[in-house]
């Protein structure tokens, strides 16, 4: 089983400040890795897949790179929105696997 | 527009049963590899199984395996998870998921889940 491994847990910053969050596999998944976003209460919400192509409707702020064992989601300028627990997931190899997952809180 | 209705969860003793369903519209359903993702409460998400369209093959968590049976009726749009010898830490939201491309499993439409509560 390929593990993910996000860091950090948890990332403090305010509005208008851009985010890194980190994504890293136990073994290469090659590109075969998405981003999600959850809020509380709601279904997760693709954001990225195929390490760096944006689903459909996702802005522009959004930003997914890396391939092989290391990727990062970036948000370039952090929107009231976007604060919410963010998962990678990969489909290289079954079993499917997600990270544990990291949230984004408003400093 | 997609939409993707689960129904069957419910509370259920230890070593009890449940069978979930999944009502699908909108799109080809028997075109798609479909799959059930859980969350428990407070927790991340973790994929639980997936059936390819034709319905001949399955995958499994491994947690699940042999006591969970993911399929379809691609007549009907509908899919399903039989889970038998429920244990406490299948207490989670069950949620039907559907991927973005037919065989490439990164879920882009999800259901608004079915909780399924394992207790005595």
């Known amino acids: 089983e390929i593990v993910l491994t996000q860091s950090p847990a948890t990332l403090s910053l305010s509005p208008g400040e851009r985010a890194t969050l980190s994504c890293r596999a136990s073994q290469s998944v090659s590109i075969s890795l998405a981003w999600y976003q959850q809020k509380p209460g709601q279904a997760p919400r693709l954001l990225i897949y195929d390490a760096s192509s944006r689903a459909t409707g996702i802005p522009d702020r959004f930003s997914g790179s890396g391939s092989g064992t290391d990727f990062a989601l970036t948000i370039s300028s952090l929107e009231p929105e976007d604060f919410a627990v963010y998962y990678c997931?990969?489909?290289?190899?079954?079993?499917?696997?997600f990270g544990q997952g990291t949230r984004l809180d408003i400093k | 527009e997609v939409q993707l209705l689960e129904s069957g969860g419910g509370l259920v003793q230890p070593g009890g049963s449940l069978r979930l369903s999944c009502a699908a519209s909108?799109?080809?359903?028997?075109?798609?590899?479909m799959a059930w993702v859980r969350q428990a409460p407070g927790k991340g998400l973790e994929w639980v199984s997936s059936i390819v369209d034709h319905g001949g093959s399955t995958f499994y968590a491994d947690p699940v395996k042999g006591r969970f049976t993911i399929s379809r009726d691609n007549s009907k749009n509908t899919l399903c998870l039989q889970m038998n010898s429920l244990r406490a830490e299948d207490t989670a939201v069950y949620y039907c998921a559907k991927p973005t491309m037919p065989t490439k499993s990164y879920f882009d439409s999800w259901g608004q889940g079915t909780l399924v509560t394992v207790s005595s």
């Open positions: 909108g799109f080809m359903f028997s075109s798609y590899t």
């Open positions: 997931q990969q489909r290289y190899n079954w079993p499917l696997t």
